[in-house]
């Protein structure tokens, strides 16, 4: 979108938004945000646990073949009665999720994930956030071409 050089975004206010409903030729959609508190790291690696091990059983027990489809289905059922945890699973740490269970994914990929959280926390407590993503990127390197 092309906007002129002299244009200036201002936030819409409620009581412009009711101004702008009244005329029938606007649309105006409305939506909600809902604002989530961070999982301490501690809470995140112990969900991360609980993940891999949840997909090693999965696969293990499993009647079929694995599916990654399957497995978070069931996945998502399970942690239903844990709002923490099915909010990890479905919401805030999908990346995390969709890494470890993937059908080829295996203790390596686990260990990444544990090693990333671990990175994220050092660098919380004041480490220099470059040389800890580094080192990190040098370990994935020398994981995948060794």
């Known amino acids: 979108m092309n906007l002129p050089e002299d244009y200036e975004s201002v936030a819409m206010t409620k009581e412009r938004l009711e101004e702008l409903k009244q005329d029938s030729s606007n649309v105006v959609y409305e939506y909600q945000t809902t604002t989530v508190d961070a999982l ?3 809470r995140v690696k112990e969900y991360t646990r609980r993940v891999y091990l949840f997909r090693i059983q999965f696969e293990r ?3 079929e073949k694995y599916t990654e489809a ?4 069931a996945l998502t059922k399970a942690a239903e009665g844990d709002g923490a945890f099915h ?8 990346p995390f999720v969709d890494l470890l269970l993937k059908p080829r994914s295996g203790i ?4 990444n994930a544990l090693h990333m959280i671990e990175v994220k ?4 407590n004041g480490e220099g956030g470059n040389e800890l993503l580094e080192a ?4 994935l390197l020398d ?4």
Request: charged share 40%.
């Open 108 to 111: 390596r990929e686990f260990r």
């Open 40 to 42: 301490p790291l501690d």
């Open 143 to 146: 994981q995948y071409t060794t």
């Open 61 to 63: 027990d499993g009647e």
């Open 136 to 139: 990190y990127k040098k370990r």
């Open 70 to 73: 399957s497995c978070r289905d």
């Open 121 to 124: 926390a050092r660098m919380n």
């Open 87 to 94: 909010r990890f699973v479905t919401y805030t740490h999908t």
